[in-house]
């Protein structure tokens, strides 16, 4: 099913089809954004049926979309005609002309994946990674053609966030990263490019505030509302710092913490020990219904 890759006279990667591992928050944000754009995507997981979970939310998103006329009914039903699920990871990676990791911040989960995937990956096809925090070098050694690797790392709901980080190992050719940016531009993204190092720009920074907010709450400084308030009103941000933790899901916060704590800095980065409760007790923010607050299911 798959041609030979087609280069451009720029020395930039044709893509036409992608494949997205894992099925979940990130992953079918991808999925459907890809698709919107006009590529052919096939979304892969543990199982069919995450994978029809992962389908039926990206449909949700479609048709609320339609509802708010954001978009046509057509161009929904275009955009769902053009994704397709396929269980199995070998057989997936044949198809593709780029490969998108959305698999959870788990560096030995990430490589099996990875070597999977290069048993049947076409020649010259690109793979990324949507880690928001590994550094890359941790991966490449995995890859028998690191040049074609890097990072594209989304931000949650897919659909909706404009910013896409992309992130260079050292390994990574000058042609995989025009043809990144290229298709960051295809998917209506406005790309940042950040060197390799943990938890590139995004979420350093956004970490250091967010483990900050939860000290504070910690120590009874202030409620979480008064501490997202603070930031919302003081600081003009569109989320306050702990709204956001729990829309990004504490045991992400929490995995990522770990890496830069273990990276960069084991003081600065050290996750509070109420982060650690909290994700203990499977309170992990919107996902699970509570974790600095309470949702509606």
Do not use: C
């Not at 708010?68 to 053009?82: E, H, I, S, V, Y």
């Not at 949650?156 to 995989?176: F, G, I, K, Y």
């Not at 290229?182 to 483990?211: C, M, Y």
């Not at 709450?217 to 941000?237: F, N, P």
Request: proline share 4%.
């Amino acid at each position: 099913m798959q041609t030979e890759t087609r280069v451009s006279g720029e020395g930039e990667w044709e893509i036409r089809r992608i494949v997205v591992i894992g099925a979940g928050t990130m992953g079918h944000g991808i999925a459907h954004v890809a698709a919107a754009a006009g590529y052919d995507v096939w979304l892969n997981d543990v199982s069919a049926a995450a994978i029809d979970a992962g389908l039926a939310k990206v449909a949700a998103n479609l048709q609320i979309g339609v509802q708010k006329g954001k978009l046509t009914q057509a161009a929904a039903d275009a955009t769902r005609a053009r994704l397709h699920g396929e269980p199995d990871l070998r057989v997936a990676a044949s198809l593709a002309d780029l490969v998108i990791e959305a698999a959870p911040e788990n560096i030995a989960l990430k490589r099996q994946i990875f070597q999977t995937v290069t048993e049947t990956l076409p020649p010259y096809s690109l793979l990324a990674s949507n880690t928001s925090s590994i550094p890359l070098r941790q991966l490449t050694d995995a890859l028998p053609h690191a040049d074609r690797f890097l990072g594209l790392h989304f931000f949650n709901p897919v659909h909706l966030q404009t910013l896409l980080e992309v992130s260079r190992a050292d390994t990574t050719s000058d042609a995989a990263l025009r043809s990144a940016l290229t298709f960051a531009k295809q998917i209506g993204k406005e790309p940042i490019v950040v060197r390799d190092v943990a938890g590139f720009a995004s979420s350093r920074l956004g970490l250091a505030l967010g483990l900050e907010a939860i000290r504070m709450l910690q120590e009874g400084v202030a409620t979480a509302a008064d501490i997202d308030k603070a930031m919302e009103l003081g600081y003009r941000h569109p989320m306050g710092p702990l709204k956001l933790t729990d829309l990004v899901g504490l045991d992400v916060r929490l995995a990522i913490a770990e890496t830069l704590a273990r990276e960069i800095d084991p003081v600065r980065f050290a996750p509070p020990q109420l982060l650690r409760d909290l994700v203990a007790a499977g309170k992990l923010g919107k996902k699970s219904g509570e974790g600095f607050y309470r949702y509606e299911a």
